[in-house]
């Protein structure tokens, strides 16, 4: 029984176009967080929220906007696709962001943009 | 800078083996490390987690890791592997307030 749920587990996108990966946590986390996994750099880190706001930003490019619309949700927009966008990107959630709280991993939506 | 790193890519074992995964940090401060695995197409899955206390920590499934401050390294053994411990295996350090952040992980291969 999932806790993490994201949705797709599988997306193909045009270059050039816009998708929304959606994430769900059902653990009652206060924190949430994107990761990005692909064979180039392996499980990189994107964003953190803490109370449906944004805490820390490692990417770079404005093309990725993440989205708290409750305070169990985390979607991830990314606009203006590129091949290099292809990738694993998981969903994480955890109690809060203090020291010690172990990060709870969904099973991740799979993009391919062609 | 902080880094995590793990040395070894991949590594191949027969059912039965011992095997043991490193994980070297540089980080300044307190932190806290831990250990995920990920099975083929699968999300992480928490092994174990160090912060403080005994160096040595027990995870699930006969895992345990054993934290060195001197060695700056929190390596991971398993005495007696089992087919289904094949897997990619990802050592994170985590310090207060941010995200977990991943070494480049170790492919596990178990034979038979």
């Known amino acids: ?114 | 800078t902080q880094t995590v790193s793990q040395s070894d890519a991949h590594v191949t074992v027969f059912e039965g083996d011992s095997v043991e995964l490193r994980c070297n940090y540089s980080y300044g401060g307190s932190i806290y490390l831990s250990w995920y695995i990920q099975h083929h197409g699968h999300g992480l899955q928490f092994l174990l987690k160090y912060y403080s206390g005994n160096p040595v920590v027990q995870g699930v499934n006969g895992f345990e890791a054993e934290f060195s401050k001197s060695d700056s390294s929190f390596h991971l053994r398993k005495a007696s592997v089992h087919w289904s411990d094949s897997a990619v295996y990802f050592c994170a350090v985590g310090q207060g307030g941010r995200a977990l952040i991943f070494g480049t992980g170790t492919t596990v291969s178990v034979s038979p």
């Open chain 1, 1 to 114: 029984d999932p806790k993490i749920i994201q949705k797709p587990k599988y997306l193909v996108a045009v270059t050039g176009s816009e998708k929304i990966l959606i994430c769900e946590q059902y653990l009652g986390h206060n924190a949430m967080y994107w990761y990005r996994q692909s064979a180039k750099k392996p499980l990189e880190f994107m964003f953190s929220y803490s109370y449906q706001k944004l805490m820390d930003n490692q990417t770079a490019s404005s093309r990725f906007q993440p989205q708290s619309s409750k305070k169990n949700h985390l979607d991830l927009q990314i606009t203006a696709l590129k091949p290099d966008d292809s990738a694993t990107y998981f969903c994480a959630s955890s109690q809060d962001r203090t020291t010690n709280t172990e990060v709870f991993f969904g099973k991740g939506t799979r993009l391919t943009v062609v």
